[in-house]
């Protein structure tokens, strides 16, 4: 690696090696010499690392986040891919019951995909490109203390390496810390506003297990299998059979305030089976466990309004979930990631890096990926009893319902689903279910029954029970 500091080029540093903080200092690499600090020792390989807990559960990457991959490390879904991760087609190979308990069809037309491995693989992945960039340097087993500088520029940060401090300058620091990211009381120390924030939480707790896949599974192109929970059932439960590479099973339950599961191994298969339909639990009477059972409770979604800060440092920028946290069960997170560090690099391409006002830009091109994934996760959240404080407005409930219809539309018409996946896999803007693909079904139809059952085939049913 080069000595960041000889170059002559702009210096930047992004603080969090994990997914966001990968894609950032991807995005950074193309205008200036990058130094990413991380507090944890990374693993080498496709193995578990201490500040990525929620590793453990189910996760997968939406097409738009596939495609932002591509875009910032070319070659990283295919390393997924060449390691036993699969691009499955949405929802030709997914057996998806929608939260108004609806089944989808399997219709084959669409061209969305989702990415799907271990997120131990898929971070091995990312890890592998990002740092194999000559403009990016690695400095792990560090701790960020505080931003260096005042309220009108921030000019670097302080941290700690073991017993030693010091203080590090750059002409831009980029906070993807994640969740527990420390910049709202960082600002007030320089003697900015506090960041107004909003908390919606539906009180789900995740239980996941690994399994070896049951029968002949291992072997065949298996369908995720996905029951979600109902907003206007409470507690709403759901789960998802998600097959992933070395022929294992990811499953994750879930379950709001007064049906969570436990970590109780004896009670998983039991709480599969009594979901509103019996699906993952019937798949898993043939699958021998793997793991224990894991838990998590942190899963509120948590947004922070940077954008609207009366006044914002020249010198900082904040992305990932350092801005905002979504319940897991959607499965934006990372797909949100890459998409903002896109957002960074599209304006560094026509703003220079070192200009005044070029980190609130940057932090208000980010928001806008933001916004989308908060809407799709609070606009189903919010409806949970305890989630929020407030109240859904009238707004709100009608765009909920409208959404319930746009799903039940698409559950039984390709041009619909094909519309409703756009929005869903954040291809396309929300304004996209307004669209002649949606409103002339939703209106005229042809209106397919509803499926009376999961469209699992026979043979998908024996190979699991063989």
């Known amino acids: ?57 189910a996760h997968l990457v939406w097409s738009g986040g596939v495609t932002a991959f591509d875009e910032l490390l070319p070659g990283a879904v295919d390393d997924v891919v060449d390691a036993g991760g699969r691009l499955v087609p949405i929802m ?26 271990s997120r131990d693989l898929l971070d091995a992945a990312l890890r592998r490109r990002a740092l194999a960039h000559d403009h990016i340097t690695l400095r792990q087993d560090t701790t960020v203390l505080n931003l260096e500088g005042d309220a009108t520029r921030v000019t670097g940060i302080r941290i700690r390496t073991g ?14 810390s994640g969740r527990g990211s420390r910049t709202p009381q960082w600002l007030e120390d320089l003697g900015l506003p506090r960041v107004t924030e909003r908390q919606v939480d539906a009180g789900v707790t995740y239980a996941t297990r690994h399994y070896r896949a049951p029968g002949t599974t291992a072997d065949s192109d298996f369908p995720l299998v996905n029951v979600q929970a109902n907003p206007a059932k409470a507690p709403g439960q759901g789960g998802i059979i998600l ?14 305030r007064g049906g969570e599961p436990t970590s109780d191994p004896d009670a998983f298969l039991d709480f599969a089976l009594n979901l509103g339909d019996p699906i993952i639990g019937e798949l898993l009477k043939n699958a021998d466990p793997l793991s224990d059972v894991a838990t998590t409770h942190s899963t509120a979604n948590h947004r922070r309004y940077y954008e609207k800060l009366s006044r914002w440092p020249d010198g900082f920028t904040v992305l990932g979930d350092a801005v905002a946290g979504y319940n897991p069960v959607y499965g934006h ?43 799709l996760a609070v606009g189903q959240d919010a409806f949970y009893p305890g989630a929020t404080s407030d109240p859904p407005t009238i707004a709100e409930r009608y765009l909920a319902k409208f959404v319930d219809r746009a799903v039940a539309t698409g559950a039984r018409n390709p041009r619909a689903l094909g519309a409703l996946l756009d929005v869903m896999s954040m291809e396309k803007p929300p304004t996209r279910l307004f669209s002649p693909d949606m409103l002339i079904p939703m209106i005229l139809g042809p209106r397919r029954p509803f499926l009376p059952a999961p469209p699992l085939t026979e043979a998908e049913r024996a190979a699991a029970s063989a």
Do not use: K
């Open 1 to 57: 690696m080069p000595d960041i500091t000889s170059t002559g080029r702009p210096t930047a540093i992004v603080i969090g090696a994990s997914a966001a903080g990968l894609f950032a200092a991807t995005a950074l690499a193309e205008f200036a010499d990058v130094t990413l600090i991380e507090r944890d020792t990374l693993p080498q390989g496709a193995e578990p690392r201490r500040g990525v807990p929620q590793a453990r559960h």
């Open 92 to 117: 030709g190979n997914m057996v998806s019951r929608a939260p108004n308990e609806v089944w989808f069809r399997r219709f084959t037309s669409t061209h969305h995909r989702n990415l799907v491995s």
């Open 243 to 256: 097959p992933v590479e070395n022929g294992r099973w990811i499953v994750t339950l879930a379950g709001t």
């Open 333 to 375: 997170g990372l797909t949100v990631a890459a998409q903002c560090a896109l957002a960074v690099r599209n304006t560094l391409r026509s703003t220079p890096l070192t200009a005044p006002g070029t980190a609130r830009r940057l932090q208000r091109a980010a928001a806008r990926p933001v916004s989308i994934a908060w809407d």
């Open 163 to 176: 017993e030693d401090e010091a203080t590090l300058g750059a002409d831009l620091i980029v906070d993807a």
